[in-house]
């Protein structure tokens, strides 16, 4: 793309952002979810003015910003409910093109909203296979088009205990009568059962307290054991520097770098985020 | 025993100033896991009540009167439940039926199509109606309320220019279109037809809306639309369909009507969309959405049957009756607003 992308890509850190999709050379697998050069406008308002991002295997990208910076923008037109202006989206290596949310989990993608999405009048096992219920086999289910409340059940009970959830006793409660942080973790295993690719998280703290909070850390830890790669969405550094293996920095609709927790610390993640300090570009 | 709390560690000490679930809770909670509990007592109750008052009441011709009467309210309140689930309303349901049973009775009377014909054609009538509305809500994307108040004068009005204002009696009709009235006797209780008809219905409805996931989506559509579009489901399509499946089940209610009433008249029922909001708001379900069930709504109309005739045989005064009737939609109403604050 002939974008002003390359403008905000070459103040990135070196790290496998640039460097495996272009040279070949690079022992880097291709990154499962990439997006190069991507521009949103609404109206005279620049949502994002080309950016990259790259999301590696079995890593947790966080991604950080301030009010505005484009967060929010960025991960609806990686799910399909933004369609960008211009820029290309790679899955695997393919350029994928997603007109609306369900292209993208067709394809692999999961999202936690910050909303979470969920029924609260419904019970979890129905909530986590909302929109994909299971029917029952044979006529009961091609012709009566009977639910298979029990089999739905069992993979809900199965999955969360997975992921190890174990706040979550009685499959059939209602997520209304759950806390804050055991909807999020309802939220989160039924993105982790269906996310084949990816899973997105879009400030999975934002309403939790410490404990339940850490939980839901502590699940995103789960997901990478078992080799999912996350993009974390966060306002919150101590979270997102908790488990993030790197961390984009959106500021005014750019990306003004990638970071990694070992080597920067929040204070200067936090600078590059107000515009206080820029990263040194890297030699190439 | 002297006391030991002293003994405790900080955390049972803390644990100790949480309230426990009292009584009240325990009731609460059920309710809320079951709404239709509630209409079921009440139900039970007043017939108890009102059998003491009259033993008349629970007489097997008092029962099956009641049951006759209760047909009609109780079919068009599964079209109602449907979309109140939703989180719509409609107050098209009446003209709508009237409009339906106008079209099949003048259909066979005046134009001389076979029975079956003219019914079938009767029910297409109601599923326009509902599609009209339908289309309204998800194309449009206008309030159910306003969409069902501006179709409910256009259905009554055209009704009575169809009609020309007209009762057709059933002896101008053919058998089909009477059939619903015919006498059908269950062990004591005298009913007729469309009692059956409308149980069928329930039986059905409540099946899809519990067993099957385009009930689910039902009321994952009327919980919270927005999170049902997120999760996948396509809203207005769920949508679209309650409007057009409640406007077939408004159709059939309005063949039972004929049966019932013994004529179609442009008369009949003027006020059954508000007798059927009435059914299902005693029946449990939610007007916000998400909440309820048919199952309670067949025991709302029952209840207001109840009251009715239970009142009657007391010997109260009859201008009173709706006195009750009001004070009955109040409270459940208001209990439905306790029941949704269910604590976790």
């Known amino acids: 793309m002939t974008m002003p992308a390359s403008k905000a890509a070459d103040r990135t850190l070196a790290a496998p952002v640039n460097a495996a999709p272009r040279g070949g050379s690079q022992p880097d697998p291709t990154p499962v979810l990439e997006a190069r050069g991507l521009v949103k406008t609404f109206g005279r308002v620049i949502g994002l003015a080309g950016v990259d991002l790259v999301l590696n295997a079995g890593e947790v990208l966080g991604i950080i910003g301030d009010n505005g910076a484009g967060k929010s923008t960025l991960i609806k037109c990686l799910t399909g409910a933004l369609q960008p202006d211009r820029g290309e989206i790679l899955l695997e290596g393919k350029?994928?093109?997603?007109?609306?949310?369900?292209?993208?989990?067709?394809?692999?993608?999961?999202?936690?909203?910050?909303?979470?999405?969920?029924?609260?009048?419904?019970?979890?096992?129905?909530?986590?296979?909302?929109?994909?219920?299971?029917?029952?086999?044979?006529?009961?289910?091609?012709?009566?088009?009977?639910?298979?409340?029990?089999?739905?059940?069992?993979?809900?009970?199965?999955?969360?205990?997975?992921?190890?959830?174990?706040?979550?006793?009685?499959?059939?409660?209602?997520?209304?009568?759950?806390?804050?942080?055991?909807?999020?973790?309802?939220?989160?295993?039924?993105?982790?059962?269906?996310?084949?690719?990816?899973?997105?998280?879009?400030?999975?703290?934002?309403?939790?307290?410490?404990?339940?909070?850490?939980?839901?850390?502590?699940?995103?830890?789960?997901?990478?054991?078992?080799?999912?790669?996350?993009?974390l969405i966060s306002h919150n550094m101590p979270h997102v520097f908790g488990v993030a293996d790197r961390v984009h920095i959106q500021r005014l609709g750019r990306c003004v770098g990638v970071v990694t927790p070992a080597t920067t610390t929040m204070e200067d993640a936090v600078a590059i985020m107000t515009g206080a300090k820029q990263l040194q570009p890297q030699a190439p | 025993m002297t006391d030991v709390p002293a003994l405790l560690s900080p955390e049972q000490q803390l644990e100790q100033l949480i309230p426990r679930p009292t009584p009240l809770d325990h009731v609460q909670r059920q309710l809320h896991s079951h709404p239709a509990i509630g209409p079921f007592l009440v139900l039970v109750l007043s017939g108890i009540v009102f059998g003491f008052l009259n033993a008349r009441f629970i007489a097997a011709e008092n029962i099956s009167l009641m049951l006759q009467q209760v047909a009609v309210v109780a079919a068009l309140g599964v079209a109602q439940t449907m979309i109140i689930l939703t989180a719509g309303i409609d107050l098209s349901i009446g003209a709508a039926m009237i409009l339906a049973q106008l079209y099949m009775a003048q259909l066979a009377a005046?134009?001389?199509?076979?029975?079956?014909?003219?019914?079938?054609?009767?029910?297409?009538?109601?599923?326009?109606?509902?599609?009209?509305?339908?289309?309204?809500?998800?194309?449009?994307?206008?309030?159910?309320?306003?969409?069902?108040?501006?179709?409910?004068?256009?259905?009554?009005?055209?009704?009575?220019?169809?009609?020309?204002?007209?009762?057709?009696?059933?002896?101008?009709?053919?058998?089909?279109?009477?059939?619903?009235?015919?006498?059908?006797?269950?062990?004591?209780?005298?009913?007729?037809?469309?009692?059956?008809?409308?149980?069928?219905?329930?039986?059905?409805?409540?099946?899809?809306?519990?067993?099957?996931?385009?009930?689910?989506?039902?009321?994952?559509?009327?919980?919270?639309?927005?999170?049902?579009?997120?999760?996948?489901?396509?809203?207005?399509?769920?949508?679209?369909?309650?409007?057009?499946?409640?406007?077939?089940?408004?159709?059939?209610?309005?063949?039972?009507?004929?049966?019932?009433?013994?004529?179609?008249?442009?008369?009949?029922?003027?006020?059954?969309?508000?007798?059927?909001?009435?059914?299902?708001?005693?029946?449990?379900?939610?007007?916000?959405?998400?909440?309820?069930?048919?199952?309670?709504?067949?025991?709302?109309?029952?209840?207001?049957v109840a009251f009715t005739s239970g009142l009657t045989l007391a010997n109260v005064n009859g201008l009173y009756q709706p006195i009750a009737l009001g004070i009955l939609v109040i409270a459940a109403v208001a209990m439905d607003r306790w029941i949704r604050k269910v604590k976790a």
Do not use: C
Not at chain 1, 150 to 164: F, I, P, V
Not at chain 2, 198 to 223: C, F, K, N, P
Not at chain 2, 241 to 268: D, E, K, R
Not at chain 2, 274 to 298: E, K, M, N, W, Y
């Open chain 1, 95 to 231: 350029p994928v093109s997603f007109k609306s949310p369900t292209d993208s989990r067709l394809a692999g993608i999961e999202t936690v909203y910050q909303t979470l999405a969920v029924a609260p009048a419904l019970d979890i096992a129905s909530n986590m296979f909302l929109g994909r219920e299971i029917r029952m086999r044979g006529p009961l289910g091609l012709v009566f088009r009977k639910l298979d409340t029990r089999g739905m059940r069992s993979q809900a009970r199965e999955q969360l205990k997975k992921l190890g959830i174990t706040t979550v006793q009685d499959i059939t409660q209602r997520l209304e009568t759950l806390s804050g942080g055991q909807r999020q973790a309802v939220a989160v295993a039924r993105a982790a059962a269906f996310g084949s690719k990816v899973i997105i998280l879009d400030e999975p703290t934002a309403a939790l307290g410490v404990r339940e909070s850490g939980q839901v850390l502590e699940l995103i830890r789960e997901l990478r054991r078992q080799g999912l790669p996350v993009i």
């Open chain 2, 110 to 304: 005046n134009n001389h199509f076979p029975g079956a014909v003219a019914l079938l054609l009767g029910l297409v009538v109601g599923v326009v109606t509902g599609a009209l509305n339908g289309a309204l809500v998800t194309r449009f994307r206008l309030p159910p309320f306003i969409v069902t108040l501006g179709t409910l004068s256009i259905f009554s009005s055209v009704g009575l220019v169809y009609s020309k204002g007209q009762t057709t009696q059933a002896s101008q009709m053919p058998g089909v279109l009477n059939w619903a009235g015919n006498p059908l006797k269950i062990g004591s209780l005298n009913l007729i037809n469309g009692v059956a008809v409308v149980l069928g219905i329930y039986l059905v409805v409540s099946y899809m809306l519990g067993r099957t996931e385009w009930g689910r989506h039902v009321y994952a559509v009327g919980d919270d639309a927005e999170a049902a579009r997120l999760a996948g489901i396509r809203t207005n399509r769920v949508l679209f369909s309650v409007y057009v499946f409640a406007g077939l089940i408004i159709g059939i209610a309005a063949w039972v009507s004929i049966g019932y009433t013994g004529a179609a008249s442009p008369n009949n029922a003027v006020d059954a969309n508000l007798q059927s909001i009435t059914a299902v708001v005693i029946g449990g379900t939610s007007l916000f959405g998400g909440r309820g069930g048919v199952i309670g709504t067949l025991f709302g109309a029952l209840i207001v």
